[in-house]
């Protein structure tokens, strides 16, 4: 009885409500990355798609290694004042600079770090023009969310890969461009155009506001162990994907690639669910209220990940059928990924309150560096003899170590 009515109150609150449109919005862009991605794979080789993976880690890993806590602290901050914001786009555009500058004039050494070789020096401009896109696009859906404006943000979470599978679709079937550079620019021109058209809802008058030092304080305080964690999670998240460039040939890392991306959606409804509860938990002012809103959104998360199981697994089989025949040997690992993925969704609620109510990102900090640790040595000793299904085993335990620190810290929080 007590969990019927937990169920009844969840269902009746603005959450639930909040959630069905974020969730809704990562549906259609799961959907449109499903077939931008077996689209992609089909048009171009496995070798290819493995450049690509590389190139998608790339800025997945420096878009928040390069942010330095700045998009969790725009969420936790933003109801102190307008000048989080403009901190926040003026940090980014100086990001920018450095990483077109950085990827302009270091291409061969970059390339070497990444692939091994300077061959495919010509790709690393490419990656920091994808990089900048990203760095101004995660600030205006930070922005977004926190002003919880969800319709805007869900408009432009699913519009990036509309664009995506549309611009690419152009320069294949008008074009006759199938590449890596096609790839590419395919990739990196969606944020740059929804960065753009965000100023609608967000408007610009927050350009406008007063810096000073002694408000920033707060905002560098937090944002310092959130660069921190969040560098280190950054780089455990992605370092099953670089550490098979060292063992496994680009094929084969592409196909990781693509059973990656079969469980996409998953992470996605972490983030979509994040930007829902995240804002609520900052707001909190009682231990109470934190409690019971992480009882109502651990049922949330539970039936969201068996829903999910349910649906991604015939769906992975399409997309690997779909890819063609040299990507069918990924669906094993794929098994082992969304494993993972579902492990990371159950956890959301106790680690947003962990992170917005208890404002422990320290701890997120020396988890990371556990996960880190956990995910190089199965990385290193799995990977070679097992390929890319010990790497996904790696990512799992990566998950894990989380998991356990986290329900172990949440449990003595009081």
């Given at each position: 009885m007590k969990y019927l009515n937990l169920v009844k109150s969840l269902l009746q609150t603005a959450t639930i409500r909040q959630t069905l449109v974020t969730m809704s919005a990562t549906a259609a862009n799961g959907l449109l990355a499903m077939v931008f991605y077996v689209f992609l794979a089909r048009s171009i080789t496995p070798s290819e798609y493995g450049i690509f993976t590389i190139l998608v880690a790339t800025v997945a890993l420096f878009s928040t290694v390069l942010d330095f806590g700045t998009d969790k602290g725009v969420v936790k901050f933003i109801s102190k004042g307008d000048y989080v914001a403009k901190t926040a786009l003026l940090f980014k555009f100086v990001m920018v600079v450095l990483v077109i500058a950085a990827t302009s004039l270091f291409s061969k050494l970059i390339s070497s770090l990444l692939f091994g070789s300077s061959n495919q020096s010509v790709?690393?401009?490419?990656?920091?023009?994808?990089?900048?896109?990203?760095?101004f696009f995660n600030t205006s859906q930070s922005l977004l969310q926190a002003k919880e404006k969800f319709v805007w943000w869900s408009f432009s979470l699913a519009g990036s890969n509309f664009l995506r599978l549309l611009i690419f679709s152009l320069l294949v079937f008008v074009f006759n461009k199938s590449n890596i550079y096609s790839a590419a620019f395919s990739f990196a021109l969606p944020p740059i155009i929804l960065f753009i058209a965000s100023f609608l809802p967000l408007k610009l008058n927050y350009l406008k506001a007063k810096l000073s030092i002694n408000k920033l304080q707060e905002l560098l305080t937090f944002n310092s162990w959130v660069a921190g964690f969040s560098i280190i999670s950054a780089l455990a998240s992605r370092l099953d994907t670089f550490i098979s460039v060292r063992y496994l040939n680009l094929a084969d890392v592409g196909i990781y690639g693509l059973a990656g991306q079969a469980v996409q959606f998953l992470p996605q409804a972490v983030?979509?669910?994040?930007?829902?509860?995240?804002?609520?938990?900052?707001?909190?002012?009682?231990e109470t209220a934190n409690r019971q809103y992480v009882s109502k959104s651990i049922?949330?998360?539970?039936?969201?990940?068996?829903?999910?199981?349910?649906?991604?697994?015939?769906?992975?089989?399409?997309?690997f059928s779909a890819s063609g025949h040299s990507y069918m040997s990924g669906f094993g690992t794929f098994l082992i990924l969304l494993l993972s993925q579902l492990v990371f969704l159950f956890m959301t609620p106790i680690r947003d309150s962990l992170m917005y109510y208890y404002s422990r990102p320290d701890l997120f900090f020396w988890t990371a560096i556990a996960q880190i640790l956990v995910v190089t040595i199965f990385s290193v000793i799995l990977i070679p003899r097992y390929g890319i299904a010990g790497s996904a085993i790696a990512n799992l335990s990566g998950q894990l170590i989380i998991s356990v620190i986290c329900s172990l810290s949440y449990a003595k929080s009081k």
């Open positions: 790709i690393i401009p490419w990656i920091g023009l994808c990089l900048s896109g990203y760095l983030m979509a669910l994040g930007v829902v509860t995240a804002p609520k938990f900052a707001n909190f002012g009682s049922l949330l998360t539970a039936g969201m990940a068996f829903a999910s199981a349910l649906v991604i697994i015939p769906v992975a089989l399409i997309i």
